[in-house]
């Protein structure tokens, strides 16, 4: 199978992916809302060794709830977040669903921080909380 491959909106910073992600992941939480400007933010975690990164990217971190930090890789021509790192689980990278603009892509396995969904976003499995 052909490596996936996502990319910012213009293109610079590019991640390749072998293989099925492992987990599929929506999240509903705050944080994701804002860092997409959309309603819910979709991960695909990758193991890190399936994960290749070409293209500059710019580091914005914050702490999530766990108390551990996660790093968010933007694009800096065009902001665009495409992958960030998990340090709760360092031996997988998270990147963005949007950015492989593949319909087909696998669904989401579950959903997280239900209570902040948007009541008219369906939920694609139940809330974890
Ligand atoms: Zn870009
Ligand atoms: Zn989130």
Not at 29 to 39: A, D, H, I, P
Not at 104 to 118: E, L, M, N, Q, W
Request: aromatic share 10%; proline share 9%; with cysteine.
């Amino acid at each position: 199978m052909m490596p996936r491959k996502a990319q910012c909106a213009c293109g610079r910073l590019q991640v390749a992916c072998e293989g099925d992600p492992a987990l599929v992941s929506l999240c509903h939480c705050l944080e994701c809302q804002r860092r997409t400007g959309s309603t819910y933010g979709i991960a695909a975690f990758f193991p890190r060794e399936a994960v290749a990164v070409s293209g500059a990217a710019s580091l914005y971190s914050r702490t999530s709830d766990s108390g551990f930090a996660v790093d968010h890789h933007f694009c800096p021509n065009c902001g665009s977040t495409v992958f960030w790192e998990p340090q709760r689980k360092p031996e997988y990278v998270a990147v963005a669903v949007g950015a492989f603009a593949d319909p087909s892509f696998p669904a989401p396995d579950k959903a997280v921080y239900g209570r902040h969904r948007h009541p008219w976003v369906t939920a694609p499995a139940d809330p974890h909380d």
